[in-house]
């Protein structure tokens, strides 16, 4: 219902004739901005990897489009200042070391001791103190997808941060609720790679939220391989593997989620990719990755003409069976709903 | 020691987290480090030593007033018990024993040698038995207010005191809880409070500031210093999560008082039991227990030689205090100086102390009364079957 | 509490105590014994594995290797210096290697004074060389430290010379990497553990009686974990692996493991107690049980000496998780190269690089059975407690036949009596409490002990009942001769001189004079009690106490050092059991016979036997046993010279329990039966 309301409200949506392949295509997200959240919530030298991770992710999701002033980079610690690193300055997620991660524009928005439970979710809702920078805050809205990439060291139904404190699962999914009430998302991915990271996806209850974890609950998610000269493992299998998909990706590609989510068979991951699509609403087949990995602006030029009707009174009518001017009065009493909260800015 | 230094250097010593001894102790020792340079050491075995010399005395008086006891209670005690009477020749050696418990005692040596300040507070907890058995009321409430003043938790021991100078002022009473008996009980705590007060008067006046009494009293009460030590607050502070600490300070706080109640109710006719009882279950319960406290509880335990008969445990508990005594430092000495042990097995230690110290209680409590009951009713109880009778503990 | 308080269970299990504890304490013993035993078998034992994250053992590609460094001619020069003066350390030279390569190297003076006036009050210098290599990009917070022991030529130990070059070519190495986060330390002693010592002492400003450490013109943060080397030169068959510290301390497991592993991704043999793994499959054969076993009786064997196996073993009283290498030479048969020993090390320490806290994880308390199985306190206290259980067992018979026993005295007696014993029970007790303060006063560090006794005649004040007091003299005069043979000594060693007496021999007369004073001690006690000419006590309360004693003992050195609790035990404990007065002479002998072959000075002896078997083969018997005689002596010296210079307490714990203890049952057997 609320969904239903939502489509009638925003102006620029326009219903489209479903018999019009192209069209269906042009319009099947309905978001019109990408942000992403990308955490890694465990320090120490030894999970160096989880940094790899992170950065690696973050790299890729730049690559396509996504800005850095549209990119929430937590990372617990500073793997490339750590003395420890043979090669300073640098992050290499890959043996061979060709690229470096930790490259000149890396903008990590909560480092250290800042990547903690309480930021994160505040990140999410938006309940930062006033004088939070921009640059820190997830300023997105009802037309906005969001990609939540979370690494670390988790167990059943938690994930750890900082080797101090741990996020639930619940505590999660509650975050995601409060985030759709307040209207700050449109679509969520929502990837986590972790032990048992399955777990954390699975007390979600809000729409729109398509999930992919690395593991089932009781398996562990396991590293990739070791660099000998750092003498670390770099990276974890999961997002190895996902990264090699999203190498292959550009910013045009009709690749869809569906591809992603057949990423990293058991043979390569040894633990068993879990995807969670029930809350989503659009059919996974048909969703385009660039929808939450780049930033994509759909315009094409098109040579025949299409018929599009406004068919937003039709629409909300014919679900309500109101009168023009009830309709009205929705939208007025829908406004000063979303006032009672306090959005930023 | 620290508390002098700080205060001569100007520094009020209540300021920081470091000191938490009373302000007339603190004059007290400062005068002494400035009067005998060089004689510290002596003090502390001077008021050792004065503390035997007490605990003699006390030994003296206890027997006496054992057997006037045992002399006005003749008439509710069983022809059959004629065995468990109490002779004046086995108790007259009573103060021997209690000075030999108390300066061969290896806690009370080690507390000496330690020098630590509790010996005062044991003293006046010594004080106050001695004068409770003289019948001086005053100087008794005054010793008791002393070791409350130091230590808080001796309040308890107001109960007992009324007690005792309400039989001891109507020695033909009837119920004790007529309007009469009352008065007297009131009477007596508000003195001691009074003397309490006093006390705590006079160090304002002296120090000026209340600061004192959240650095004493506040220390105390609300366990902030969790330092491993004999007691199991520290392990249960800190494993704790910080927001259910208030209530559980509460809850451990209330453990060391509430005792006072039921336990005063059933040995209303046995003050100097009570007390006793009253001062084991202190040593327990205290937010900081130390080897103080158990050298107090041990010296003062030759007091009930005549119930050690009827212990039923005493195999148990001797040799649960002995391997306590043994195992506690040793495992403190791997967990703090070679790291190979952890917290855990300290703890198990400390944990099987204090329940030593409960089965003491318990055991001591269980004989003491059953010591009465065989006084009512003679040793020999047969069942009508003839079977000898076993008297269980409900 | 439902045990302790109702009655009839109560009742029911001391019955069953009292009524079977014979075969209860067979049965104990022979289950513990036979269960400690079979710890060695894979079945009951578990795969060591690596508990903290930190470590990432063997993860990082070792690079190490001596090509920009000329070996032949750093050794060359090392000879050379060697040569030109026997017996000494090349200080100077190493110093000017160290500072070539470039790290801050300093030099450390000390001086020896030898207790008992073995130097007639002279002192022996000492120097010890270090160098430390400062981390890049942090603050000096932390250190590792790589050490070796530097021998002279003369010295008949293994030789270090292989250490040194390796050491140097390891510092030039570890020189040029970016990647450091603690300090290393790398550090050449002199006098073998004594050197040690003096630096450990002056790395932490401690101030001690018999070394004085000078002052350390360097120093560096909180020493994480040390690595000792001891390498020859030339090629090495494999590399034997030293844990135990001072006092049975060992390193903790982790640190252990990671040696293994990282001996093992080398491709190198690592053995324990030169001891090699069986095969996996091989180890649930009989064979590959008694070879395990072997291995894990040697180890406990080494352990329960007390003594530290090499340098590493000083570190282990400051805290510092330690072990030593070493490299075992074959002139023929061996295959592995310095820079693969070079690789292990560097190996060793990028992991202990990058540890993050101090070693807490895993095991401190564990006994090795093989390099890649171990039994922890877990695994071996059960079968331990079990074999100690028939102590306890017969102690609480005995209670509870004794107070069955003064429960009819006391319905019997009468009461005059009773007072009277009390009295004289009491002023003894006074006597003997007395001069266990002044022993307080006197000694410390044997407070434990002292409060131990002491709680043992507090038990008497508990109970009453006339057998107390009988066994007042007895336990003083044990008592008094531990503490004799504690001071003896340092009496027996300033008196020699004026006899003209070698001071070992002196000592070792002495204690031999004073044992055999022990063994008569029965019947001095029996001359001073005037009621007869028979020793007249409650031998059950007594046996009782002296059994509680000897569990205390036993469980008290579990908790430091299970080993020598175990061998202590299993000789111990089924003798003591046993010994009780009798009227029939045959067994009397019998149990005397035992008692004397559990005295401490007939164990020591069997242990220097055992030591001396160790070392060499002997075909005649009588060589072996004169050998170990010498050896004997000299041990005893050097158990004592321990205890100045390091702390060591295997002679208190002699002399102060385990004499003593053995001195109740000997009273016992002495005894008048009942």
């Known amino acids: 219902m609320i969904f239903a309301i939502l489509l009638s409200l925003s102006t620029s949506v326009l219903t489209v004739n479903t018999a019009d392949p192209p069209v269906e295509e042009f319009f099947a997200s309905n978001h019109t901005n990408n942000w992403a959240v990308l955490v890694d919530a465990s320090r120490f030298w030894f999970n160096y990897r989880h940094v790899a991770n992170v950065l690696s992710i973050y790299r890729s999701v730049k690559r396509l489009g996504i800005p850095d002033s549209h990119i929430i980079l937590m990372v617990a610690d500073d793997m490339a200042c750590n003395p420890r690193n043979p090669r300073p300055a640098t992050v290499f997620n890959n043996a061979n070391q060709n690229i470096n991660v930790y490259g000149d524009d890396v903008e990590v928005d909560y480092r250290g001791y800042e990547v903690t439970v309480e930021n994160f979710i505040r990140v999410l809702t938006g309940r930062l103190p006033p004088s939070t920078p921009r640059s820190k805050r997830l300023l997105s809205d009802e037309r906005s997808n969001i990609l939540v990439y979370m690494t670390g060291h988790g167990g059943d139904g938690f994930l750890k941060f900082q080797d101090s404190e741990e996020i639930s699962n619940v505590e999660l999914a509650d975050a995601f609720q409060q985030m759709w009430q307040k209207r700050r998302y449109h679509e969520i991915f929502f990837m986590i790679d972790t032990c048992q990271a399955e777990s ?110 406004d068919s937003t009174a039709e629409f909300s009518c014919s679900k309500d069976k109101c009168p023009e001017e009830k309709l009205q009065k929705t939208s007025v009493q829908l406004l000063s709903y979303a006032k009672q909260f306090p959005m930023p800015n | 020691m620290e508390g002098v230094a700080l205060s001569n250097s100007m520094i009020s010593p209540y300021s920081g987290d470091l000191f938490h001894e009373t302000p007339l102790m603190l004059r007290f020792l400062d005068f002494a480090t400035r009067a005998f340079p060089n004689a510290v050491n002596y003090l502390f075995v001077f008021v050792d030593m004065l503390s035997a010399i007490v605990l003699m005395k006390i030994g003296n008086l206890f027997a006496r007033y054992l057997l006037q006891k045992q002399v006005n209670d003749i008439q509710r005690v069983s022809t059959k018990a004629e065995k468990i009477i109490i002779r004046k020749a086995s108790v007259e050696d009573l103060h021997l024993y209690l000075a030999a418990a108390h300066l061969f005692n290896p806690y009370s040596v080690a507390v000496c040698l330690g020098k630590s300040t509790a010996v005062f507070n044991n003293l006046a907890i010594y004080f106050s038995f001695l004068f409770l058995l003289q019948g001086n009321e005053l100087v008794c409430l005054f010793s008791i207010a002393m070791a409350t003043y130091q230590s808080l938790y001796p309040l308890t021991l107001l109960a007992p005191v009324a007690l005792y100078f309400y039989t001891v002022r109507n020695p033909k009473k009837v119920n004790s809880l007529s309007p009469d008996a009352v008065n007297s009980y009131v009477r007596t705590t508000v003195l001691g409070l009074l003397s309490i007060t006093g006390l705590v008067a006079i160090s304002y006046i002296l120090e000026g500031s209340t600061k004192f009494l959240y650095s004493t009293y506040g220390f105390v009460l609300s366990v902030p210093d969790l330092t491993p030590n004999l007691g199991v607050f520290w392990y249960f502070f800190t494993e704790m999560f910080e927001h259910f600490r208030t209530f559980f300070i509460c809850v451990f706080q209330i453990h060391a008082f509430i005792y006072v109640v039921p336990l005063s109710i059933r040995l209303r006719d046995h003050p100097v039991f009570l007390m006793y009882i009253l001062v084991v279950l202190m040593s327990i319960f205290k937010s900081y227990p130390s080897y103080a406290d158990v050298a107090l509880l041990t010296s003062l335990l030759p007091l009930w030689k005549h119930t050690f008969s009827y212990m039923r445990n005493k195999f148990v508990v001797t040799n649960m205090f002995v391997c306590c005594a043994v195992f506690g430092p040793i495992l403190y000495h791997l967990w703090i100086y070679a790291g190979s042990a952890n917290a855990n097995f300290y703890f198990s230690i400390a944990l099987a102390f204090s329940s030593a110290e409960v089965f003491l209680a318990t055991d001591l409590l269980f004989a003491y009364l059953r010591r009465e009951f065989d006084l009512k009713h003679g040793i020999e109880q047969k069942l009508e079957n003839g079977k000898t009778a076993q008297v269980t503990l409900e | 509490m439902g045990l302790l308080s109702n009655p009839k269970q109560r009742q029911k299990i001391i019955d069953a105590v009292s009524k079977y504890n014979n075969k209860l304490c067979v049965l104990c013993y022979v289950v513990g014994v036979g269960w400690f035993l079979a710890l060695a078998s894979p079945y009951l034992n578990a795969q060591t594995y690596i508990s903290e994250n930190a470590l990432l053992p063997g993860v990082v590609g070792n690079e190490f290797h001596f090509a920009d460094f000329e070996v032949d001619a750093v050794l060359k020069e090392l000879e050379g210096e060697l040569q030109k003066d026997k017996g000494k350390l090349p200080r100077d030279w190493l110093y000017r290697q160290f500072r070539m390569i470039g790290l801050d190297t300093y030099m450390q003076n000390y001086s020896i004074k030898y207790p008992l006036h073995i130097t007639r009050g002279q002192t022996v210098p000492g120097q010890n060389v270090y160098a430390i290599l400062r981390a890049r990009r942090t603050a000096s917070t932390e250190a590792i430290v790589m050490s070796t022991p530097f021998r002279p030529k003369s010295s008949d130990l293994t030789k270090t010379t292989g250490s040194i070059v390796l050491m140097l070519g390891l510092a030039r190495h570890f020189r040029k990497q970016p990647y450091w986060s603690k300090d290393i330390i790398f550090l050449v002693t002199d006098h073998e553990q004594i050197g040690m010592q003096a630096w450990l002492n002056g790395y932490h400003l401690l101030e001690a009686d018999y070394i004085k450490p000078g002052e350390l013109p360097g120093r560096s943060g909180p020493i994480q974990a040390a690595i000792n080397l001891e390498l020859p030169i030339g090629f090495l068959k494999s590399f034997d692996l030293k844990i135990q510290g001072l006092n049975g301390q060992l390193p903790n497991l982790d640190l252990f493991n990671l040696a293994v592993r990282l001996c093992k991704k080398e491709g190198a043999d690592v053995t324990l107690h030169q001891q090699i793994n069986v095969n996996g499959n091989e180890a649930f054969t009989l064979d590959g049980f008694q070879h395990t076993l072997k291995t894990m009786l040697k180890m406990m064997w080494s352990q329960a000496m007390g003594l530290p196996t090499g340098n590493h073993g000083m570190f282990h009283q400051y805290h510092i998780e330690a072990l030593t290498i070493q490299g075992i030479h074959k002139k023929k048969s061996g295959n592995i190269q310095l820079d693969i020993a070079g690789r292990i090390v560097e190996g060793i320490f990028r992991s202990l690089n990058n540890l993050l806290e101090r070693f807490h994880q895993s095991f401190f308390f564990y006994i090795l059975p093989a390099t890649n199985r171990y039994v922890s306190i877990g695994m071996y206290m059960p079968p331990f407690g079990l074999l100690c259980a028939p102590g306890l067992i017969k102690a609480i018979a005995l209670w509870v036949g004794a107070g069955k026993e003064t429960n009819k005295k006391e319905v019997k007696g009468d009461k005059e009596e009773k007072t009277e014993s009390g009295k004289e029970e009491i002023t003894s007790e006074t006597y003997d409490q007395d001069r266990e303060k002044k022993e307080e006063k006197t000694d410390h560090q044997e407070a434990e002990e002292e409060i131990n006794s002491e709680e043992e005649d507090e038990e008497e004040t508990f109970h009453p009942g006339s057998g107390i007091l009988s066994t007042v003299p007895l336990l003083f005069s044990s008592t008094l001769m531990g503490l004799l043979c504690s001071m003896g000594p340092d009496l027996l060693a300033s008196m020699s001189g004026s006899f003209r007496m070698n001071i070992e021999d002196g000592i070792f007369y002495g204690f031999l004079a004073l044992f055999t004073a022990s063994l008569i001690f029965p019947r001095m006690v029996r001359r001073k009690t005037s009621k007869g000419k028979k020793l007249q006590f409650d031998w059950q309360l007594l046996k009782c106490i002296g059994l509680i004693f000897q569990s205390l003992v036993l469980f008290s050195l579990a908790l430091m050092n299970i080993s020598l609790a175990f061998f202590l035990g299993v000789v111990i404990i089924p003798i003591t059991v046993i010994v009780h007065p009798t009227s029939n002479r045959l067994l009397l002998w019998f149990q005397k016979l035992l008692l004397l072959l559990v005295s401490p000075a007939v164990l020591v002896y069997l242990t220097a036997v055992v030591g001396t078997l160790q070392e060499e083969k002997f075909t005649h018997l009588t060589t072996l046993l004169s050998k170990s005689w010498s050896n004997l002596s000299r041990g005893l010296l050097l158990t004592l010279v321990d205890r100045d210079f390091f702390g060591s307490w295997m002679f208190s714990v002699f002399s102060f329990s385990v004499l003593p203890n053995w001195l109740i049952f000997w009273g016992i057997a002495f005894c008048e039966p009942t």
Do not use: W
């Open chain 1, 200 to 309: 954390m996806f699975q007390k979600f209850y809000s729409p729109n939220i398509l999930a992919v974890a690395s593991s089932k609950v009781g398996e562990d998610s396991l590293s990739h391989h070791v660099d000998p000269a750092i003498g670390v493992y770099v990276i974890d299998r999961y997002t190895y593997y996902a990264l090699e998909f999203l190498e292959n990706v550009q910013p045009g590609s009709k690749k869809t989620m569906d591809q992603f989510f057949k990423v990293c068979p058991k043979f390569q991951c040894q633990s068993t990719v879990s995807v969670r699509t029930d809350l989503f609403q659009r059919d996974p087949k048909k969703t385009i990755i660039t929808d939450f990995f780049g930033s994509v602006r759909n315009v094409e030029l098109l040579t025949e003409t299409l018929n599009l009707q």
